[in-house]
């Protein structure tokens, strides 16, 4: 079954630090990968999707993602964080051929300090 | 163009009651899915509607139940409701089945006292 594995459950940086948030997947064949974003009180906010297209995903507010087979990755990064972006993040995965079914990973809560 | 809306947003049940959840899709929208989210499991998928068929269900007890009308509104229900059942609630939905984009709503916040 596809499943996801995020890396660290609290992550704290600094405001203008990198974010370096780390996602790997469990798949077959090729998946369907997704970073969503959820703050406090809140719903889930896609942020990017990779759908097999280019490795490099852009998303939403700065972030991006690249899909490297050769180490089942997925990871989230964005060059400078920004106070905005505590929150928590999660990795989700859905196999291609059946339904919309997202896996989620456990989530990511970052932290942001001036 | 309105998002997915989900009601109540909180609501506090007391052990052996039951309750419905109410989600409202994208208009447009045909596929409407939900989740429980628990501190202790995480996100987990319950089950996936699309023109008013159950098309995927996920790992959990016959207790948790739901349907859609014709106009893709979608219910949850949870009878004998237990203390375990304290969760976020949430309903996302999407264009069509097996769509890679699916937009969730703010969620039910449900308390089981």
């Known amino acids: 079954a596809q499943s996801v594995t995020q890396l660290g459950s609290h992550v704290s940086v600094s405001e203008g630090a990198l974010v370096l948030l780390r996602c790997n997947y469990s798949?077959?064949?090729?998946?369907?990968l997704f970073w969503y974003v959820q703050y406090p009180n809140q719903g889930l906010q896609l942020l990017l999707k990779?759908?097999?297209?280019?490795?490099l995903v852009k998303g939403i507010n700065g972030f991006e993602a690249e899909f490297k087979k050769s180490e089942t990755s997925f990871h989230l990064t964005k060059p400078s964080a920004h106070m905005s972006d505590a929150a928590e993040y999660f990795c989700?995965?859905?196999?291609?051929?059946?339904?919309?079914?997202?896996?989620f990973g456990t989530g990511t809560r970052l932290q942001v300090t001036l | 163009k309105a998002g997915v809306t989900q009601t109540p947003r909180y609501l506090i049940k007391t052990r052996g009651q039951q309750v419905t959840l109410s989600c409202s899709p994208i208009s447009g929208h045909r596929s409407v899915s939900w989740y429980q989210q628990t501190p202790g499991q995480g996100l987990q998928f319950l089950f996936e509607y699309f023109s008013e068929t159950q098309r995927n269900k996920g790992n959990f007890p016959g207790r948790f139940s739901g349907r859609q009308f014709s106009n893709s509104r979608s219910e949850m229900n949870v009878s004998t409701l237990e203390l375990g059942d304290s969760a976020l609630y949430l309903c996302?939905?999407?264009?069509?089945?097996?769509?890679?984009?699916?937009?969730f709503g703010q969620g039910t916040r449900l308390t089981v006292v």
């Open positions: 798949s077959s064949v090729p998946p369907y």
């Open positions: 996302a939905s999407s264009t069509r089945q097996g769509s890679t984009e699916a937009f």
């Open positions: 990779y759908t097999s297209a280019a490795t």
């Open positions: 989700a995965v859905i196999h291609t051929g059946t339904a919309s079914k997202l896996t």
